[in-house]
Structures are given as structure tokens and as C-alpha cells.
């Protein structure tokens, strides 16, 4: 499947950017935002780490089960409305999150919450590809450094705001972002009927992506990555108390290991152009996770130091994970197809890393294991990096 240029009217370049970023950035925080005050959930609904492992796990199920659609929907209806309905959805999940009563509606909520990130997670490639072909890595690492620093903003403030108010108060108040970003791509759909007949009238046709070597490396690629990053916003709070950390400053912990990444997301594309192919990126990235999060293990006193190293890990290897989408392939079609692909294998196996976490950690109790699996994890992303780092294209 190839998508047509969707016609309507130009609109210039800093719109079509601002338009990316701001729906890049409601992304991740009604995803981070809820580690900080997991234990608040817990204690105010009676869940217990597996069951919150679970909840913790499911927007991410939904991104692996929603992403196989979401190539088709925006073939039948355009990228861009697409993207403007997973906007008004994610609006509505947020809401829904934090009404108060029963424990119903924040299952719920979380669903439609997944559901609609996904829209955006693969589709935010495949804009890249058509709006800036020139300009990917750099416009990719700039979305990313700045839905970090409003991954990193959401994790900071959850524990004050639950304080002054409630945790529902601190997941809910994201809807205005949402809002916001709405407000933002509304001009992109001024092109009428003609967009939507447009990506209609696209090919069906292109590489196979289920059936190639290359794609599977880069799904591989984005899985274990996501693994880590999930269970780590998740649960690193949680892992930090153990070791005697405050709430809040574990909260702030994890704010800091996102403004780690942002410095690694800025900085990761000169890395990405090191040597004839993309090696060096792919590899020092999972390098920086596993040395960190050994340091963890073994020398926790040091904590903030190594919250750092994975942050730059962790971050630098998201940007290259969907750098790879668009570099791997020759047309945004394919790149939409490849970027359904690998997010659908590769946030399926971070929804199984999640409730694995909580079981884990349910029977285990407090203790560094869960850390000591993720550097193995880490260790295989480095593996992987080595053979998806080669520098070749799935031609569409």
C-alpha cells in the first residue's frame, strides 16, 4: 500500500511541523504520568502489582493489537483525519480514566487511550516521510526529544498534583494537551473530500514486509527497546523505593531519566551518521541501557548517575528504532506499512514484558530481578542492533 500525496491546501512548513510535534507530544505523558502514582492506584482500588502490571500493560496490548489496522484506516480515510479521530479518542480515554467510582472506567479509559496512541505511533512516521523526506532523521529526533520532555514533565509533576488533588487529577489533566494539539492539526484537513479519495486510490500493492528479514530485525529492534522503556516508567519508581528512595523523589528520578533522553534524542542523529550505516547507534544505545542498569543492580548508591546512562540509552534507541522505519524503506507507504508491522510485534512483546513484570514482582517482592532481566533484554537489543544497524532498504 502506497499513499497518495494527500491534496488540499499548502500549508507551510513550520504549521505542518507544529502539527507533528504537538501530537507527538500527547504520546507518552497519559502513558508516564501513571508510574509515579502507581501505588496510589493500587491502594485507592485494591489492585495488586500483578493486576497493575496488567494495567500498566494494556494501552501497550492495544498498540500491538490496533497498529495491523491502522495502515487500512488511514488508506480509507486519509492520514490526516485519521489522525484527527485518534485525537478526539484519546481526549475521550483520558476522561474517561479519571472518573471517580469503580475501577471500570479507568480499564477503560486505558483501552481507548491505547488504542488511540497507537494511531499515532504509526502514522507519525509515515507523516515524517511524506511532509519532510529530506529532513527525517533531524524532524524524527525532534518530535521524539520533545514528546520526552513532555513524557518527562508528566512524570515529575504526577505526585505533586495526586497531592494536591488526587491521581485522577494528575492523569486527567493531560486532556488539555490533547485539545491542543487538535486545535493544531484541524488545517490540515481543509483539503475536503480530496484527501480521504486520494490515500483511497492508493495501491495495494508494495514490498512484503511480513515476509522480510529486514522488517523482522526492525521489529525486533523496536520491541525490545519498548520493553524496556515501558517497564522502566512503569515500575522504576516503585524499584527505587525499594532501595529507600522517597516517592517523590523517585517520581523526579524518573523525570530525570527523561531528560536524559532528551539530550539523546538531539544528539542521536549525528551519531546515526557515524560510519557508512546506522551500526554505531543502533549498538552504543543498548550498550548505555545495559551498563546503567547493571550499575543499578550493583552500586545503587550511585542511582542518579545510572538513571542518566539509561536514559541516554533509552532514549537514543528510540530514535533510532523509528528512524529505521523511514530509512529501511523507498515511499511512506511502505514505511506506514513497515511502521504497522514493527509496532505491532514489537509493543505485543512489551505488553508481555509488563504483565511478566508484575508477576515477577508478585512473586519475588521487592528485590533487583526484575532489573537483572531487563539488562538481559537490553543485551538482546544490542545483538539485534548489530544486524539491523547495516545500511539496506526494503524497496516498496
Given at each position: 500500500m502506497n499513499f497518495a500525496p494527500e491534496r488540499g491546501r499548502a500549508l507551510p512548513s513550520w504549521l505542518l511541523l507544529l502539527g507533528i510535534v504537538l501530537v507527538a507530544a500527547n504520546l507518552r505523558p497519559v502513558i508516564t504520568t501513571v508510574g509515579p502514582v502507581l501505588p496510589l492506584i493500587g491502594a485507592d482500588t485494591g489492585l495488586s502489582p500483578s493486576a497493575l502490571g496488567i494495567l500498566a500493560a494494556v494501552p501497550v496490548v492495544a498498540f500491538g493489537v490496533v497498529s495491523p489496522v491502522v495502515a487500512t484506516l488511514g488508506r480509507r480515510f486519509g492520514i490526516q483525519?485519521?489522525?484527527?479521530?485518534?485525537?478526539?479518542?484519546?481526549?475521550?480515554?483520558?476522561?474517561?480514566?479519571?472518573?471517580?467510582?469503580?475501577?471500570?472506567?479507568?480499564?477503560?479509559?486505558?483501552?481507548?487511550?491505547?488504542?488511540?496512541?497507537?494511531?499515532?505511533?504509526?502514522?507519525?512516521?509515515?507523516?515524517v516521510k511524506k511532509d519532510f523526506p529530506l529532513r527525517l532523521t533531524t524532524v524524527t529526533s525532534v518530535y521524539i526529544a520533545v514528546q520526552t520532555v513532555f513524557a518527562a514533565t508528566a512524570s515529575g509533576v504526577a505526585v505533586p498534583l495526586a497531592v494536591a488533588g488526587s491521581w485522577r487529577v494528575a492523569l486527567g489533566v493531560w486532556v488539555v494537551l490533547v485539545l491542543v494539539a487538535l486545535a493544531l492539526w484541524l488545517p490540515r484537513l481543509r483539503g475536503g473530500r480530496g484527501a480521504t479519495t486520494a490515500a483511497a486510490r492508493a495501491r495495494t500493492g508494495g514490498a512484503p514486509v511480513w515476509r522480510s528479514g529486514l522488517a523482522w530485525e526492525v521489529a525486533v529492534y523496536m520491541g525490545l527497546q519498548s520493553t524496556v522503556f515501558y517497564v522502566l516508567v512503569t515500575w522504576l519508581p516503585t524499584l527505587e523505593q525499594d532501595l529507600g528512595v522517597g516517592a517523590s523523589a523517585a517520581g523526579w528520578h524518573l523525570f530525570l531519566y527523561q531528560v536524559a533522553a532528551i539530550v539523546s534524542n538531539l544528539a542521536t542523529p549525528a551519531l546515526m551518521r557515524v560510519g557508512p550505516d546506522q551500526r554505531v547507534a543502533s549498538v552504543v544505545m543498548p550498550t548505555l541501557m545495559v551498563a546503567g542498569m547493571l550499575g543499578l543492580v550493583l552500586a545503587p548508591g550511585l542511582v542518579q548517575v545510572w538513571v542518566v546512562v539509561v536514559g541516554l540509552g533509552s532514549g537514543g534507541s528510540f530514535v533510532v528504532a523509528l528512524s529505521l522505519v523511514g530509512l529501511r524503506v523507498a515511499d511512506p507507504g511502505t514505511a506506514s506499512r513497515l511502521s504497522s508491522m514493527a509496532q505491532t510485534v514489537g509493543y505485543l512483546g512489551a505488553a508481555a514484558g509488563l504483565v511478566l513484570a508484575g508477576v515477577l514482582r508478585d512473586l519475588t517482592g521487592p528485590g533487583p530481578l526484575l532489573l537483572v532481566c531487563l539488562t538481559v533484554v537490553a543485551f538482546g537489543q544490542l545483538i539485534v542492533g548489530w544486524l539491523v544497524g547495516r545500511s539496506r532498504v526494503l524497496h516498496g
Open positions: 483525519r485519521t489522525v484527527a479521530g485518534a485525537l478526539v479518542l484519546l481526549a475521550v480515554g483520558t476522561v474517561v480514566r479519571s472518573l471517580p467510582g469503580s475501577a471500570t472506567p479507568l480499564w477503560v479509559g486505558t483501552a481507548l487511550i491505547g488504542a488511540a496512541i497507537a494511531v499515532g505511533n504509526v502514522l507519525l512516521p509515515a507523516v
